[in-house]
């Protein structure tokens, strides 16, 4: 791993920065307008965030040559504030996921990410590829067999252009050819981007959301802000990592949680949605070329000139070809190698990662997801390391003592196996437990060793125990109740 | 027994990088440390796909793609980098250093140059890269990272080895300049060249004494001095002295100022080694 200076981050590969830039700018467009539609916004809202925020993190990012823009994860997430409250309360949750991701960064939230196991990573990006897929497919209701067949057609120039060429984005011909298509056969049943909403017609102007600033609005864009910091945060930091491996170089974790609650900050000022890293574009820019921050600002920057250059053009495409490319970006995503692995993998593992997805794909939230895959990954965890536990006993050559020999973790989960390990029922004058390779963790498991001498002590056998660590020590010193004068007292009344 | 360290990259200046070396290594009486830095070009692309097009688990393909490319690539380097040590130990077993251990590392000189001068008690390095022929005239960024990140002094090779007779030492009076005065007085590395001690300015009274006491210092140490102000630019005045006095080598202190002045007003240490076409010593 090595470092890069800034300067570096940003120039070192200028030319290929900026063609990739540009096929990034090319899918944005698309993927944009598809998730300002699942999000149910103008697809200008979507738009404008993708400009602000790609140009934003290009400079105060923590991962050069990621992707960022307004992203299907978030826009899941806010269908229903949009519904019911309008599109200034999804602007002003936008400003609060800022200030929280900010809050984020300089509290050094990044470093929780080491509780994110894989297992729950690709559950994460395994949901995010269903959903999409389950929202393109909502798009196929009411339509006839030239939805269908337009869809066909476009999938077919998405995967099966690159065979001949790799010099042309296959996603775009693939818009190119059904627009003109729709166009000159005249398709009027198809639905176009057009009817979907406004699409941008001017830069963005900076205001702040018109919502009232009381105590109300904040509750209301709260339970919205928190997830979508939570999820904004988690694909962003999932996405850095990938880069890190692609491009083996190290990035600022905490400096992109910043940087990623200042775009949102942003995007939110200038009319634009929440937005986060967005995984397939990422790989898109390092599989076109893009190593360094000017592809991200590239992409931005294409992206508003495409966008106010084509207005009417853009009008016109059809969803058919949008759902073609969201499909692909749904393909793409979804990690394939998983469902092999749910064969080869531990049990555990893969009944995380299922977890993380059904959870995700009912609840549509990928915050909540995440939430239940870690728990479950710290519960299997915690049972694991608990059978690690071996208690073994030899009787002295005297026939008169019993030294039991403890190894292993000692806490919550262990703590009722270790109690259980001992024979009470045997007569003998002392018992000797040996703990030098065991480790108390916590109450529990000094309750437990406690019951042990206690219940000993009381068949008139004497207990001793040694080669306790140090920090065992200090806890059994300061909780147990066996080495404390009564202790036989008490004892009773348990 | 003292140690010197040589960066070298196998460049056009890496003969004259051992020849220095070798220099140094006769009067320091020094065992030689070579250091190859395999240098990580991690943002060249693997190559131009850009359909935009990610199909079935893209993103483990690619991953496997750029890493059996780079690989490849990797091998390459390390063979051609094994060449380059190979070369490094004979010429400066030729020249006469014994002791030599020569090493292959990952990674960029400026990045890691403080994790091996720690040892050393000279660094030796080329005035320009692997790059030197088409950005002549530019010095390396890299070099002042490597400066800056030294505790020791750094040797910076120029193209050519020539024979050492005399040396410049650019003194105003600061603290890395009279470092240097210490240690041509007291390090063998320089003992029996001629030195010109050279400051630049007006001139007060204080620079003066201060000139005075440094010249005491080396003449008490056995060196031929002779001192002088000068005034002007100082890259300007010391090029005509070096060329007007036949001089073979210029010592002095290097990026006395803050990375933030530096940007703002450039360096004078950059200009200078960029001007003089000698080898400079320098001192932090």
């Given at each position: 791993m090595t470092k890069n200076s800034y300067f570096q981050e940003w120039f070192s590969n200028p030319r290929r920065d900026i063609i990739a830039g540009t096929v990034v700018a090319l899918a944005l467009i698309p993927e944009s307008i598809a998730f300002a539609i699942i999000a149910g916004v103008d697809p200008k809202v979507a738009l404008y965030a993708s400009f602000c925020i790609a140009i934003t993190i290009a400079f105060v990012g923590g991962r050069p040559g990621m992707i960022s823009a307004a992203t299907g994860a978030m826009a899941l997430l806010i269908g229903s504030l949009v519904a019911n409250h309008g599109v200034q309360y999804l602007l002003a949750a936008t400003l609060l996921t800022g200030v929280l991701q900010?809050?984020?960064?300089?509290?050094?939230?990044?470093?929780?990410?080491?509780f994110v196991s894989k297992s729950v990573v690709t559950g994460f990006v395994n949901a995010l590829a269903i959903l999409y897929f389950i929202t393109q497919v909502k798009e196929f209701q009411g339509q006839d067999w030239l939805m269908y067949a337009m869809v066909g057609g476009g999938l077919i120039i998405i995967y099966g252009l690159p065979r001949f060429t790799t010099a042309v984005p296959s996603p775009l011909i693939c818009i190119i050819v059904l627009t003109t298509l729709a166009i000159t056969l005249g398709l009027d049943s198809l639905k176009t981007v057009g009817e979907m909403g406004q699409l941008p017609s001017s830069l963005p102007n900076l205001f702040f959301p018109d919502v009232p600033l009381s105590w109300e609005t904040f509750m209301i864009i709260l339970p919205y802000a928190?997830?979508?910091?939570?999820?904004?945060?988690?694909?962003?930091?999932?996405?850095?990592?990938?880069?890190?491996?692609?491009?083996?170089?190290?990035?600022?974790?905490?400096?992109?949680?910043?940087?990623?609650?200042?775009?949102?900050?942003?995007?939110?000022?200038?009319?634009?949605?929440?937005?986060?890293?967005?995984?397939?574009?990422?790989?898109?820019?390092?599989?076109?070329?893009?190593?360094?921050?000017?592809?991200?600002?590239?992409?931005?920057?294409?992206?508003?000139?495409?966008?106010?250059?084509?207005?009417?053009?853009?009008?016109?495409?059809?969803?058919?070809?949008?759902?073609?490319?969201?499909?692909?970006?749904?393909?793409?995503?979804?990690?394939?190698?998983?469902?092999?692995?749910?064969?080869?993998?531990?049990?555990?593992?893969?009944?995380?990662?299922?977890?993380?997805?059904?959870?995700?794909?009912?609840?549509?939230?990928?915050?909540?997801?995440?939430?239940?895959?870690?728990?479950?990954?710290?519960?299997?965890?915690?049972?694991?390391?608990?059978?690690?536990?071996?208690?073994?006993?030899?009787?002295?050559?005297?026939?008169?003592?019993?030294?039991?020999?403890?190894?292993?973790?000692?806490?919550?989960?262990?703590?009722?196996?270790?109690?259980?390990?001992?024979?009470?029922?045997?007569?003998?004058?002392?018992?000797?437990?040996?703990?030098?390779?065991?480790?108390?963790?916590?109450?529990?498991?000094?309750?437990?060793?406690?019951?042990?001498?206690?219940?000993?002590?009381?068949?008139?056998?004497?207990?001793e125990i040694v080669g306790m660590n140090e920090a065992s020590k200090t806890l059994v010193l300061k909780i147990a109740t066996h080495d404390k004068p009564g202790a036989m007292d008490e004892a009773g009344g348990h | 027994m003292p140690n010197i360290l040589a960066c070298t990259d196998g460049s056009i200046y890496a003969t004259s990088v051992y020849n220095h070396t070798a220099w140094a290594a006769a009067k320091m009486s020094a065992s030689v440390h070579v250091l190859h830095m395999l240098d990580p070009h991690h943002e060249d692309p693997v190559k131009a796909d850009t359909s935009g097009s990610i199909g079935f688990g893209a993103k483990s393909a690619l991953l496997s793609e750029i890493v059996e490319l780079e690989a490849a690539r990797a091998k390459i380097a390390r063979k051609h980098g094994k060449v380059i040590l190979e070369d490094a130990t004979d010429q400066l077993r030729k020249a006469g250093v014994n002791d030599i251990q020569a090493e292959q590392k990952h990674g960029r000189v400026s990045d890691s140059i403080e994790n091996y001068e720690r040892d050393a008690d000279l660094v030796v390095i080329g005035k320009r890269?692997?790059?030197?022929?088409?950005?002549?005239?530019?010095?390396?960024?890299?070099?002042?990272?490597?400066?800056?990140?030294?505790?020791?002094?750094?040797?910076?090779?120029?193209?050519e080895f020539s024979n050492m007779n005399s040396f410049v030492l650019a003194y105003d009076g600061g603290a890395s300049a009279q470092k240097a005065v210490e240690y041509a007085a007291t390090n063998p590395l320089l003992k029996g060249m001629k030195c010109h001690l050279l400051s630049i300015g007006k001139g007060n009274a204080k620079l003066e004494k201060a000139l005075d006491e440094a010249k005491q210092t080396l003449s008490n140490a056995g060196f031929e001095v002779s001192a002088e102000i000068r005034d002007g630019e100082p890259d300007q005045v010391i090029g005509e002295a070096v060329a007007q006095e036949h001089i073979d080598l210029l010592v002095m202190g290097a990026y006395g100022h803050s990375h933030i002045r530096h940007l703002i007003v450039g360096s004078t240490t950059t200009a200078m080694i960029r001007t003089v076409k000698i080898p400079v010593l320098l001192f932090r």
């Open positions: 900010i809050l984020c960064g300089v509290f050094k939230l990044a470093d929780l990410m080491r928190i997830p979508l910091t939570v999820v904004g945060l988690l694909e962003s930091l999932m996405t850095a990592g990938i880069l890190d491996d692609f491009t083996d170089t190290e990035s600022d974790k905490n400096r992109e949680c910043k940087g990623q609650g200042i775009s949102n900050l942003v995007a939110g000022m200038f009319g634009g949605m929440a937005g986060c890293a967005m995984i397939g574009q990422s790989v898109i820019n390092v599989k076109s070329g893009g190593r360094g921050r000017l592809s991200t600002a590239a992409s931005g920057v294409v992206l508003l000139i495409l966008i106010l250059v084509l207005d009417d053009l853009v009008n016109q495409i059809p969803i058919a070809a949008l759902v073609a490319v969201m499909l692909m970006v749904s393909f793409g995503t979804f990690n394939w190698s998983s469902i092999k692995g749910l064969r080869d993998n531990h049990r555990t593992s893969s009944i995380v990662m299922i977890a993380t997805v059904v959870a995700v794909v009912f609840t549509h939230n990928l915050a909540i997801g995440v939430g239940i895959g870690v728990v479950l990954s710290a519960l299997f965890f915690a049972y694991k390391v608990s059978r690690l536990l071996k208690i073994s006993s030899a009787l002295d050559v005297s026939h008169k003592g019993r030294t039991y020999t403890v190894s292993g973790q000692l806490f919550f989960v262990s703590a009722d196996r270790f109690a259980e390990a001992f024979d009470f029922r045997e007569v003998l004058d002392t018992v000797t437990i040996d703990v030098t390779h065991a480790h108390f963790w916590d109450l529990s498991a000094v309750g437990a060793l406690d019951r042990v001498v206690l219940k000993f002590r009381r068949e008139g056998t004497e207990v | 890269g692997n790059h030197a022929d088409f950005a002549t005239g530019h010095i390396g960024h890299n070099l002042e990272r490597v400066v800056r990140g030294c505790h020791h002094p750094v040797l910076v090779a120029s193209r």
